[in-house]
């Protein structure tokens, strides 16, 4: 029996149960079924956590483009690999066939060898989305240097930072990008960055919006000439299955950012794997994911998830309110999607803007509605099933980080029923733990804890890039012989599994630990509300007391905040408990949100205990003007 489809909830259970009773044996069957290799492994799995060290598929040899492009060409070549959507919705969308995605990789590839680029070299990519971004991604796989894309929304310094530290020797950008109704000249940014890094020779620049710009001589070359002469071939470099395939920074909305490295072939394995099942993916469908390649949502499923599995895959290099709030809904209608996964932050923005816009469109096409990034509140959760999935289209909430790779605790469409605000289940080969604060798990279910991990799965990250004492630290050394995430997770009694929040996040009150999520989800079910982050500051009797910032619709914004903030707090009490009610309540403009769209409580912590001297490393703040504005309000 192939297990790598897998249809309903029984057939879930059956094959999850042999993933974790011989995970060895479930692994190399799906390896070696579905994946093309230059040699087999000589041993599926070895692992240490206290060193720690894990290496799936050693011995094995393989590249991953072969996987995703090569092996498709005679059945698939000339199906839709990449649709490009642009920014300016009047400019028309690209469609590139695999054959044309294997030319178009081989062609960089080519001008990646011919610069001096070779197996192991870091390759920073600063790009938009635009379909240059994929293809150097992928052109890198081909010749084995390690990727290391950087959002195009980050600053010189903050671009300065990781390039340093992965010692990058080429820069890949273009002139600039187009961002809603904005240019964005990213060639300057690249610039100002490079001035403060030594490792760097060459820049690579794709014309996107046609600028003027200062070229260095000798170390920035426009992108397009050198491709036009280059040969459409180009032989894979043959990877060892450990080998690092990429380096990728984590969004930074607890601390400094880590820079995770990703190795081949367990990387790719998982990716594929998931990406299949949890969306239930289609040969004729049409798979839509919002997030930038930037983040590890684009890598494992924009890139290698969907490639891999000859799927058709978008790629949209605007904004969902540009030129309206009606985009997403009208890129949908276009290109007919039937799988379309984002974030919170982008459904509670657009179900900020009422429903008109999703009127106007056709969505009849979707069929799995996804999503990532934070805990998904109630309210939004039924508003992107009410109105975006018309309830015919299951939700998958998926938990995972940048250190996972993909995608651990996940509803499989179809398959597993869904409920609001949980991500449910452990996807196969996934043994979660919930820990106490002593370091013991707590067995049963209606319980919470930390959340662990506590077996090796493919695509987990292997250390961070030179840093391998900090990885340990990070995440190996809270519990004995397992990897902490660092959130916190409650188990209902069914076994579903509900993220609450960061543990760092959680706060004490009267002894009581309370988790963000559900509190932040009560507050939100208020019809003025919009969104809201609650954090704690000192108080003399309850050790900590909550203080909530809560952002409302325009329609709520004319109302009386003294009766606001009752009923909110009526609210909490109701769900929650009484012991959850908020001290402070702030009425603010927006959220410190991090460039992927994650709320940062670390910043409103510090402002909520007036303790703003230091607010830590800022470089990931989307919004910095959002800050200055709350913090002029408290003090
Ligand atoms: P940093 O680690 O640098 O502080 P980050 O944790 O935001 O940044 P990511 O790896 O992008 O970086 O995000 C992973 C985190 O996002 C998870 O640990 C979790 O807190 C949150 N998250 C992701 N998906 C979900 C989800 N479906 N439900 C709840 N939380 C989620
Ligand atoms: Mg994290």
Known sequence: MSNYHIKHLEEYYQVYRKSVRNPEVFWEEIAEEHFMWRKKWDNVLS??????????????????????????????????????EPNDPKESAEHITYKQLHDRVCRFANVLKEKGIKKGDRVCIYLPMIPELAISVLACARIGAIHSVVFAGFSASALATRIKDSECKMVITSDGSFRGSKTIDLKGIVDEALDECDTVQNVLVANRIDSKIKMKEGRDYWLEPLLDVASTDCEPEIMNAEDPLFILYTSGSTGKPKGMVHTTAGYMVYTAYTFKNVFQYREKDVYWCTADIGWITGHSYIVYGPLCNGATTIMF???????????????????????????????????????DHLEKHDLSSLKVLGTVGEPINEEAWHWYDDNVGKKKAPIVDTWWQTETGGIMITPIAFAT?????????????????????????????????????????PSMARTIWGNHQRYKDTYFAAFENKYFTGDGALRDEVGYYRITGRVDDVIIVSGHNLGTAPIEDAINEHPAVA???????????????????????ETGESRNHDNLRKEINQLITEQVGPIAKLDKIQFTAGLPK??????????LRKIA???????????????PEIVKGIMDEVL
């Not at 598929?57 to 698939?76: K, M, V």
């Not at 409920?419 to 209606?446: H, R, S, V």
Request: with cysteine.
């Open 531 to 553: 969104e809201s982050a609650i954090v704690g500051f000192p108080h003399d009797i309850k050790g900590n007391a909550l203080y909530g910032y809560v952002t409302l619709k």
């Open 47 to 84: 692992w240490d956590f206290t060193k720690p060290e894990v290496k799936w598929f050693e011995g094995a040899q393989l590249n991953i483009t072969e996987n995703c492009i090569d092996r498709h060409l005679y059945t698939r070549g000339d199906k839709t690999a990449i649709i490009f």
């Open 594 to 603: 991090t460039r992927s769209g994650k709320i940062m409580r670390r910043i």
């Open 417 to 457: 029923p869904t409920k609001p605000t949980y991500a449910t289940l452990p996807f196969i080969g996934i043994q979660p733990a919930l820990m106490d604060e002593n370091g013991k798990e707590i067995k049963g279910n209606q319980v919470d804890g930390r959340l662990c991990i506590k077996f090796p799965w």
């Open 609 to 623: 205990c007036k303790d703003t001297s230091n607010l830590g490393d800022t470089s990931t703040l989307l919004n």
């Open 317 to 355: 290099e605007g904004v969902p309110s540009y030129p309206d709030f009606g985009r997403f809904w009208e890129i949908v209608e276009k290109h007919k999607v039937n799988q379309f996964y984002t974030a919170p932050t982008a459904i509670r923005a657009l179900a900020k803007e009422g429903v």
